[in-house]
């Protein structure tokens, strides 16, 4: 999700802070049980946000302790989290499918596996305000898109357009990087990429009308996975039992922030009280349809999903090579429905 936060250091100071206190709460916890706590670290891929509730509620409510683990949730600075998973530097991280297909096609692959998603479908699109009068991919003719400058983007745009009988030259393209998107569609571009669970919902909160363009409602190739849960490979072969631990208590929490998101999201804001209360409910109360959805239990994927868009992102030439699906990702570790 695009948090556009300021003042980073007061913000991460917070972040570290609460994640201190909670270590040492657990710690002390552990001691006077007699148990000691095996101490794993989580790497985000972005700021807190409500993708990660289910892992803070977790965390609050002693899921993690439950299962013998004394958990500490940090983002890395930059980059995202599989290149640190992959040299060791945490036991679990977040990722998306596109990452971990460029990540494991690579001339030197990167030995991480996604393990878990966290959402059942792809809620990012196209968005712009509704005077812009962009309703369908063919709109985006004489329009302007800003974004990242990645050539994934370009592709999807060009995909939606031929799908919609649009010619792809008549829409110019800019790099604008991380520009809040309420700031750049209303001063630099007519359209851009969103996730509507974060920035959709707060069009709705600020009475920012806006039409909006799911992904996946011209190319099904393009509903992927993300954000996903990863781990090392090694890790999975050599401690099976910690990573059934992590996910039989990060699925407990996405459970309970399906069942009661109002008081989810405040576990979730007692470790980031940086980011906007009143969207991050708002969110949370989206996303408690998103985390589950029509999947049979929390946290499976299906190996469908991931060869179409592999497939999608080779026959462009953005990959070197095609995915080999069964190495990117692995259900065995996830509670099964029963669960």
């Given amino acids: 999700m695009r948090l556009i936060i300021k003042l980073k250091k ?38 807190p946000n409500t993708n990660h509730t289910g892992m803070y509620v977790a965390l609050e409510r002693g899921f993690y302790e439950e299962e013998g683990l004394l958990v500490n949730i940090i983002q890395p600075e930059e980059g995202g989290a599989a290149p640190f998973i992959a040299a060791g530097q945490g036991e679990f991280g977040i990722s998306h499918q596109e990452q971990m297909t460029y990540a494991r096609t690579a001339d030197e692959p990167l030995p991480v596996v996604a393990i878990a998603a966290i959402l059942q479908h792809n809620t990012s699109g196209f968005a712009s305000p509704q005077n812009k009068g962009i309703k369908r991919p063919r709109d985006f003719e004489g329009k302007k898109y800003g974004g990242w400058g990645s050539p994934v983007e370009e592709a999807m ?6 799908i919609d009988g649009a010619d792809f030259s008549k829409t110019e393209i800019v790099t604008i990087g991380a520009i809040d998107f309420f700031a750049a569609v209303s001063e630099y571009v ?18 920012f009308p806006i039409n909006f363009i799911f992904l996946q409602d011209y190319a099904k190739e393009l509903d992927f996975y993300t954000p996903v849960i990863i781990a090392r ?33 405040q576990d979730l804001l ?44 080779y026959e462009r030439d953005l990959i070197p090579r095609m995915l080999n699906v069964v190495q990117a990702f692995d259900n065995s570790f996830l509670p099964g429905k029963e669960n």
């Fill in 157 to 162: 745009i060009k995909t939606l357009m031929e």
């Fill in 233 to 265: 490979e090694q890790l999975l072969t050599t401690e099976p039992e910690l990573v059934k631990r992590f996910l039989r208590a990060t699925q407990k929490g996405y459970l309970f922030a399906i069942e009661s998101p109002k008081i989810a999201i």
């Fill in 270 to 313: 007692r470790y980031a009280p940086e980011i906007d209360r009143e969207i991050a409910i708002a969110s949370q109360e989206y996303l408690a349809n998103e985390y589950q959805a029509d999947a049979p239990y929390w946290g499976v994927m299906e190996a469908q999903r991931w060869e179409n868009y592999a497939c999608w992102l």
């Fill in 190 to 207: 007519d359209y851009t990429w969103i996730y509507y669970g974060w920035d959709g919902v707060a069009s709705e909160i600020k009475k």
């Fill in 10 to 47: 007061i913000k991460y100071s917070l972040i570290f802070l609460s994640c201190l206190i909670g270590i040492l709460f657990c710690s002390t916890l552990s001691v006077l049980s007699g148990n000691p706590l095996r101490e794993i670290t989580v790497l985000l891929e972005w700021v």
